[in-house]
């Protein structure tokens, strides 16, 4: 639901539409000398001087009061007041683009244990989602290795160089600092590298299964952070220039009738969908 500001007098408009209806009916009875069942219509006279006169073209209209019940006749004080529009329509609930994580591989190997093997399992930042044997993993560790054993027989600066080369090859991999000082530490390459998750939220999509071959063109995993989504709705393109950014939005659902969400517009397709006539906002 997006509020609008234009703004009407509604009373004013429901008396202009009833007087137009009035003397609608006064000019049909006026040529085929018949009367509407249930409406009464005086004969015309002259107005009192007391009274105010008649606009021209108008005439007074008494409606039998079970006839004003079927046909929804109100009655209000004409008064000009500010008058809030709503466009109302359907939205779909999304993930948040901005908080979405597709997680992929940077080398390849045999997916060997899956820490993380529901949909819509809940994680947090740096959990373990899956073990992979990777043969270039293991061969870059005894790369970085080799490097520190040359490096203390041998401490020359290029030496250093190749160190911190092989170094940020396993960080590039994303593997953690505190694994590569430990490997630094005890010497033992480690057989397995752990995938970790990059944020915290909710298994949108598993693809990975135990003892597949997975490459860094694979997609494994889709996480979401839902503490924030988007709701998109399909505007008419008429009802366009009433919506801008920032404004207010307010979500309801079926299922929680209680409660509403406040919101508000973050984006505007810029294209109409061209059988619908409708933009997604």
């Known amino acids: 639901m997006l ?8 009373g004013g408009l429901a008396i202009l539409l ?5 003397a609608s009916v006064r000019g049909a009875q006026d040529h085929s000398g018949h009367q509407m069942p249930g409406m009464t219509m005086p004969p015309a006279r002259t107005p009192r001087s007391s009274a105010a006169p008649m606009p021209s073209g108008y005439a007074e209209v008494q409606i039998a009061p079970e006839v004003q019940q079927r046909i929804g006749v109100t009655i209000g004080r004409v008064e000009k007041s500010q008058l809030m529009m709503n466009i109302r329509t359907v939205g779909i609930v999304q993930p948040n683009e901005t908080k979405v994580a597709h ?17 819509g399992q809940k994680v947090k930042a740096g959990d373990p989602m899956l073990s992979i044997y990777s043969p270039a993993f293991f061969a870059a560790q005894r790369e970085f290795l080799a490097a520190l054993q040359y490096k203390r027989t041998a401490p020359l600066e290029a ?4 160190v911190e080369t092989t170094r940020q090859r396993l960080a590039l991999w994303d593997v953690p600092k505190s694994t590569i000082d430990e490997l630094e530490r005890t010497g033992r390459p480690s057989k397995s590298l752990i995938l970790r998750s990059p944020i915290s939220g909710t298994i949108l999509e598993k693809k990975a ?8 063109q694979a997609e494994l995993y889709v996480v979401a952070d839902l503490s924030t989504v988007w709701v998109q709705a399909k505007v008419f393109a008429y009802e366009l ?6 404004m207010p939005a307010k979500v309801t659902f079926p299922s929680l009738v ?24």
Not at 159 to 162: A, G, P
Not at 209 to 216: A, D, K, N, T
Not at 241 to 246: D, S
Request: aromatic residues 10%; proline residues 6%; without cysteine.
């Open 241 to 246: 220039p009433h919506i801008a950014l920032g």
């Open 258 to 281: 209680d409660r509403s969400f406040e919101g508000k517009v973050v984006f505007i397709e810029p294209v109409v969908e061209e059988a619908a006539r409708t933009v997604q906002v």
């Open 18 to 22: 009833f007087a137009i209806v009035a």
């Open 159 to 162: 030496q250093r160089t190749v």
């Open 103 to 119: 997680i992929h591989l940077k080398t390849e190997g045999w997916v060997e244990k899956l820490f993380i093997a529901v949909t």
């Open 3 to 10: 509020p609008m500001t234009r703004h009407i007098s509604l």
């Open 209 to 216: 299964f135990e003892g597949q071959y997975v490459i860094p």
